[in-house]
């Protein structure tokens, strides 16, 4: 009978379940607790700033506020002057050529709209359906997300080719 145990093995026992209070067998370390135990010895050694100081080659300990640890040196000061008027200059470039860019887009439109303007003084009898001609996009493959205009294009064609007679 003690080979067919329905309950296992007694607790604390090799092969057993743990004990109420989670700990295993004396024998077995708990990966857990010894992963902690890594953890919290690495972090205690940067509260000390043990690495930083080793790092930064001086006395571990505070520093100045705003200033990166070791100061800066003169090529540091001279290298940050040089991005920083690197920088300017390209700012300055770039709105250069925004206001050309600009500049051009206004001049564009304006022809346009002078050239719109012209058209829409321009009427003369038996010209409706070429000024609507040029006024739709009858282009079948214009844009694939606009809604399907196919059958008022071909009306349109249509009206154009035999316009209705009053």
């Not at 050309?100 to 887009?105: A, C, G, S, Y």
């Amino acid at each position: 009978m003690a080979e067919l145990d329905p309950f296992g093995p007694p607790a604390g026992a090799p092969g057993g379940p743990a004990l109420g209070n989670g700990v295993a067998g004396a024998g077995e370390e708990d990966p857990a607790a010894a992963f902690l135990a890594q953890q919290e010895s690495e972090i205690a050694g940067i509260e000390n700033d043990e690495a930083f100081a080793i790092l930064d080659g001086g006395a571990p300990g505070p520093q100045p506020h705003g200033e990166p640890p070791g100061g800066l040196d003169a090529n540091s000061r001279k290298q940050e002057a040089e991005w920083k008027e690197k920088a300017i200059k390209e700012l300055e470039e770039w709105y250069a050529r925004q206001d050309e860019q600009l500049q051009k887009t206004k001049a564009n439109n304006r022809a346009a709209e002078e050239a719109f303007v012209n058209d829409i003084d321009e009427s003369s009898p038996g010209t409706e359906w070429e000024r609507v001609a040029r006024l739709c996009d009858f282009n079948p493959k214009s844009s694939k997300q606009a809604k399907d205009v196919s059958r008022m294009r071909s009306v349109l064609i249509s009206l154009k080719q035999a316009p209705l007679v009053h």
